[in-house]
């Protein structure tokens, strides 16, 4: 069974530092790509980051600079660290990945994504 498991986020005052991280089971982070989206207050989502398979990475403007990406190999994990925090950085944070053999796909807070899993979600909340 392929899934995704989220873990990290929390609280923390502008201008600090989060990690969340998502762990791969079932497959690896050589065969999929994952797929940062974020739900802020109010609903809207907004796509990201994302780490391709062979290692490429794309951060929207919005984060650029204060967040990267980095895969932990031994654990199929991928973290997302937040620095220089905002209270806009304050949502929902959700990791994706679209492993190979996948049919069908969930409904997500962000609507339906086809031949896509998704974590269960953390929450990140930044204070002024």
């Known amino acids: 069974e392929v899934r995704l498991e989220e873990f990290g986020g929390g609280s923390a005052q502008a201008g600090g530092s989060l990690t969340v991280s998502c762990q791969a089971s079932?497959?690896?982070?050589?065969?999929?790509?994952l797929k940062w989206w974020r739900q802020v207050p109010g609903g809207e989502c907004q796509y990201t980051a994302q780490?391709?398979?062979?290692?490429?990475?794309w951060i929207s403007d919005s984060v650029k600079g204060r967040f990267t990406i980095s895969l932990d190999r031994s654990t199929d994990t991928v973290h997302l660290q937040m620095t220089q925090l905002k209270p806009g950085d304050t949502a929902m944070y959700y990791c994706?990945?679209?492993?190979?053999?996948?049919?069908?796909?969930?409904?997500?807070?962000?609507?339906?994504?086809?031949?896509?899993?998704w974590g269960q979600g953390a929450q990140v909340t930044v204070s002024s």
């Open positions: 994706g990945a679209d492993p190979p053999g996948l049919s069908g796909g969930p409904v997500t807070p962000c609507g339906y994504r086809p031949l896509e899993i």
């Open positions: 079932g497959f690896t982070w050589d065969e999929a790509q």
């Open positions: 780490r391709r398979e062979d290692g490429s990475i």
